[in-house]
């Protein structure tokens, strides 16, 4: 492409006005909260497992809520609905027909979107773009239809810009964000970041295949490795229109049995057309939209709310846990006054008989002693040796009890240190969020 036609759309990319962008210091104060305030206190909760589960959740809400802040479309709980696939599949295709518009975003037999570009609702239609310092501007929709990855050549356009919204009035797109992506060819490296990206943030994956290819290729098993099997996946074998029915057929046949042999989770194959006969593409139409407007319900994760959420689930850890152990605490303390009462007993039982022992033969000093005294000799000092053995034993339960007692009064101590922390916790999040 001619080096005016770049130099135009430079321009038209910084000439065009600056609608929003984005506030890092509301990010890094945020940050700062994930990181220094919230993540410690994870640190001290319980097992290890736990631990690092929430870690891992931790990060990715606040990862999603900085997305927002720098994606403000996507706000309000929208669910983000990624088209993937091989370049001319016909994933542009596909949303301009779910728009129920002919020509809305470019669509070509060469490798056409170049900047992965979401499509979101609003009363008015109109083009935006995310620059690369993340500035919103608006963009002239004429301008988004002359931008292709053929038109761009070797321009790194996405160094200028790294999406595009498309903003649409279609009432089916309330509640929800499509997700059109640019194409890949088996043969070159597609952009790992950028499908590692929309993986990341999308919601529901629909991957479109050419019919025509017959299976889905070995490039797209590779990238879906990085799909999360909770995230739901649609494969669309599009271009239906293009082969007879019992070859659509086979074809689903095939694909179904390459991703069951891949161990690869997914909710549904459907066909797809955009042309051909009516009522085959009002039908193919009507299915892609049926699984569209059920996704509509889920309620997503509000960062606010799962916050909010986990430091009032972790006081309430922290007082159970306070009480369990003054409970625990008192338990044993009871059982350790018993077992020194007992040995105070044994000791004097022993004291006792060794005393009746002395007084016997102090009595009876310059006499041979009965067989009667012997008996009761004999028998005070088993009973003294047997009280004393008792004593004994009752020595290292004493001990163990006491470390035991030890031990529960210092951690109740630091349950007491966590809850105030907790507390602290709570409130700057509180603040923290009546200023942002
Ligand atoms: N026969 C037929 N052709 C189709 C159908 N859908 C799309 N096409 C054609 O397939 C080509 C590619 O369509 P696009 O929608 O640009 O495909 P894409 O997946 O967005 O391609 P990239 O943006 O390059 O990744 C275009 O020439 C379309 O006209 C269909 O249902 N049937
Ligand atoms: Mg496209």
Redesign the pocket.
């Known amino acids: 492409m001619s080096n005016s036609f770049i130099e135009n759309l430079i321009n038209s990319i910084y000439k065009s006005e600056i609608e929003k962008t984005v506030d890092l210091n509301k990010i890094e104060k945020v940050y700062n909260f994930v990181y220094q305030d919230l993540m410690p206190l994870i640190e001290k909760s319980d097992s290890e497992e736990d631990k690092f589960s929430i870690f891992e959740a931790m990060k990715l809400l606040f990862y999603n809520w900085v997305n927002i802040q720098r994606k403000p479309w996507l706000a309000n709980d929208k669910h983000i609905i990624a ?1 993937m ?13 779910v728009l129920g518009e002919k020509d809305l ?10 900047i992965s570009t979401y499509i979101s609702y609003a009363p008015k239609v109109s083009v935006k773009l995310l620059d690369s310092s993340d500035n919103i501007r608006s963009f002239p929709i004429e301008k988004l239809r002359e931008i ?2 053929d038109t761009m050549g070797d321009f790194p356009l996405d160094f200028l810009v790294k999406h595009f919204v498309v903003e649409h009035r279609n009432e089916n797109l309330k509640g929800k964000s499509l997700l ?5 060819s088996s043969g070159d490296t597609f952009d790992d970041e950028i499908a590692i990206e929309v993986m990341q943030e999308s919601d529901v994956i629909f991957w ?1 295949i ?1 019919i025509n290819d017959g299976d889905i290729c070995k490039t797209s098993l590779e990238i879906l490795q990085e799909q999360l099997d909770e995230q739901p996946l649609y494969i669309i074998l ?5 082969l007879i029915e019992s070859d659509n057929k086979k074809i689903v046949k095939q694909v179904e049995k390459t991703l069951k042999s891949q161990g690869k989770k997914y909710e549904d194959i459907i066909l ?5 006969k009516k009522e085959e593409k009002e039908k193919y139409l009507e299915e892609l939209n049926k699984i569209l407007n059920k996704l509509e319900n889920k309620e997503k994760l509000s960062f606010e709310k799962v916050i909010g959420d986990f430091i009032e689930d972790f006081l309430v850890y922290t007082s159970d846990s306070i009480l369990e152990n003054k409970k625990e605490l008192n338990k044993e303390k009871k059982i350790f006054s018993a077992s020194e009462k007992k040995y105070k007993k044994l000791i004097k039982e022993s004291g006792d008989a060794v005393e009746t022992i002395g007084e016997l033969l102090g009595n009876c000093l310059d006499e041979i002693l009965s067989e009667e005294i012997v008996e009761d000799l004999v028998e005070e000092a088993a009973t003294s040796t047997g009280s004393l053995l008792e004593a004994i034993d009752l020595v290292s339960e004493i001990n163990s009890k006491e470390k035991i007692i030890e031990e529960a009064e210092s951690e109740i101590e630091d349950l007491e240190k966590l809850r105030i922390n907790v507390h602290k916790v709570k409130d700057t999040f509180k603040t923290l969020m009546e200023k942002i």
């Open positions: 088209f696939g091989k370049f001319s599949a016909g994933k542009s295709s596909i949303i301009n027909a975003l470019p669509v070509d037999v060469k490798p056409t979107t170049a292709s990855k059109d992506t640019p194409g890949f479109v050419d599009n271009k239906a229109n293009t797809f057309a955009d042309r051909g």
